[in-house]
């Protein structure tokens, strides 16, 4: 896959782009679209590891890699350094976290984050348990916001503290103000009816 960092980065956008498009019209068969078009190397490396991995989900995958190289670096953030054993650990943990706070499968949770390590892990604890991942736009505004998370219904939000000069907290208190006094998994706003729960990451 280190193939893929050798891709010009409109070939990369294009490229993420049709996996996007074939998971969306064909219901996960990426390998059917990709074999229409031919992007280089790390293109036909994308479409073995498919085709070896036919019908197994993000979760299973994931446990597959733990079984076979758990002490292997899996992630390296500026502060954090975790191996496979590690990531999957914490992964069920946030999963069981989800699980507790009401999440179930086909339930919608928005990030509104940088990249950092509770994105890669939210990612995989969501897929775990069945719940919908909904990326927010880190430099979306109020409105967007607003628009996003009542389109898709969110149940729950996690978000950074702050971004660059976006005050995530702030923008997410003005939006819905009666986080300041909702007890815990009892949010009620007017703005976003769908929304129970609001997640801080801690800095």
């Given at each position: 896959m280190k193939d893929l960092l050798y891709l010009k980065d409109e070939q990369l956008k294009e490229f993420?782009?049709?996996?996007?498009?074939?998971?969306?019209?064909?219901?996960?068969?990426?390998?059917?679209?990709?074999?229409?078009?031919?992007?280089?190397?790390?293109?036909?490396?994308?479409?073995?590891?498919?085709?070896?991995?036919?019908?197994?989900?993000?979760?299973?995958?994931?446990?597959?890699?733990?079984?076979?190289?758990s002490q292997?670096?899996?992630?390296?953030?500026?502060?954090?350094k975790l191996n496979y054993k590690e990531f999957d650990?914490?992964?069920?943990?946030?999963?069981?976290?989800?699980?507790?706070?009401?999440?179930k499968k086909g339930d919608r949770l928005g990030i509104w984050s940088p990249n950092r390590l509770e994105w890669v892990l939210t990612q995989f604890a969501t897929a775990r348990i069945g719940v919908i991942?909904?990326?927010?736009?880190?430099?979306y505004r109020l409105s967007e916001l607003k628009y996003s998370l009542n389109k898709v219904g969110c149940k729950a939000?996690?978000?950074?503290?702050?971004?660059?000069?976006?005050?995530?907290?702030?923008?997410?208190?003005?939006?819905?103000?009666?986080?300041?006094?909702?007890?815990?998994?009892?949010l009620k706003t007017k703005n976003l009816p769908q929304l129970n729960h609001v997640i801080l990451m801690d800095e």
């Open positions: 993420i782009e049709k996996l996007f498009i074939s998971y969306r019209e064909s219901f996960g068969d990426a390998k059917k679209t990709l074999e229409k078009h031919s992007l280089g190397i790390a293109h036909h490396k994308v479409i073995h590891i498919i085709s070896i991995h036919h019908g197994i989900t993000i979760s299973n995958l994931l446990k597959k890699t733990v079984s076979k190289f292997r670096d899996a992630f390296i953030f500026p502060h954090h650990y914490m992964v069920d943990k946030l999963a069981i976290g989800f699980i507790k706070i009401g999440l991942l909904v990326n927010i736009n880190p430099s939000l996690i978000i950074a503290k702050n971004f660059k000069s976006s005050e995530y907290l702030n923008m997410i208190l003005s939006l819905a103000p009666e986080l300041r006094k909702s007890k815990k998994g009892k």
